[in-house]
């Protein structure tokens, strides 16, 4: 049992170039997230998904885009990289049924937009 | 607006102490309260979760507890050591899936 986990773990991008990062869960949650870290800041809520073939936005969701096509896999694109999106990207996975549930975190994916 | 708040944002303690680290939230309508450990350049690791309905919540030498009427938690953890040094984040979830994180509080325990 993997838990959660991304592909890259690392990732060097230019300005306007685009690439796709893969969370993976095979605990069979419902519910995805996408978050980024920023220095000094907490964690914020890119997009998230509630099931196979949906997606919502969230807090900080301008530049990015998602696509749930299985429910094990949770994907976060980024059309054209700003420097702006430099940041640690962490994936989220839970349950579903319960207010209560616990988000399992990815070991995060490293971006660094030059 | 729901923001969440740790302080201090950094910490450096001697090995053995007792610590008390404290996260405080502007809307007292939670659902639950979650704090988390991230090591450098790791992931985050759930620690404790307690609901809305709930005081507190211990494991091994954690004890979380919850005021959600003056909209406080702290994370105590008990006879500190080099091991606990870490990043503790705090998480409050407001509604199914709205969760708002702390900047977190940088904990150094030296030997």
């Known amino acids: 049992n993997a838990g959660v986990t991304q592909t890259p773990k690392f990732r060097v991008l230019k300005t306007g170039q685009s690439m796709t990062l893969l969370c993976a869960q095979d605990?069979?949650?419902?519910?995805m997230y996408w978050y980024r870290q920023d220095p000094g800041m907490g964690l914020r809520l890119i997009h998230y998904?509630?099931?196979?073939?949906?997606?919502a936005k969230g807090e900080v969701p301008d530049g990015y885009n998602v696509s749930r096509l299985k429910k094990q896999n949770f994907l976060l694109g980024l059309e054209s990289a700003a420097p702006s999106q430099t940041s640690v990207y962490f994936c989220?996975?839970?349950?579903?049924?319960?207010?209560?549930?616990?988000?399992?975190f990815g070991p995060g994916t490293r971006l660094t937009v030059t | 607006k729901q923001e969440v708040t740790q302080i201090p944002a950094a910490l450096s303690v001697p090995e053995g102490e007792n610590l008390v680290l404290n996260c405080s939230f502007t809307?007292?309508?939670?659902?639950?309260l979650q704090w988390f450990r991230q090591d450098p350049g790791k992931g985050l690791t759930s620690l404790l979760l307690?609901?809305?309905?709930?005081r507190e919540q211990t494991s091994g030498r954690l004890n979380a507890s919850l005021d959600k009427s003056s909209g406080r938690s702290t994370l105590y953890i008990a006879a500190s050591q080099p091991g606990d040094s870490a990043t503790y984040l705090c998480?409050?979830?407001?509604?199914?899936?709205?969760?708002?994180f702390g900047a977190g509080t940088r904990l150094t325990v030296k030997p």
């Open positions: 989220a996975s839970r349950e579903t049924g319960g207010k209560y549930y616990e988000q399992y």
């Open positions: 605990m069979n949650h419902e519910y």
């Open positions: 998904s509630v099931g196979e073939g949906t997606t």
């Open positions: 809307d007292s309508a939670i659902y639950n």
């Open positions: 307690i609901q809305s309905s709930q």
């Open positions: 998480a409050v979830k407001y509604n199914n899936n709205d969760m708002r």
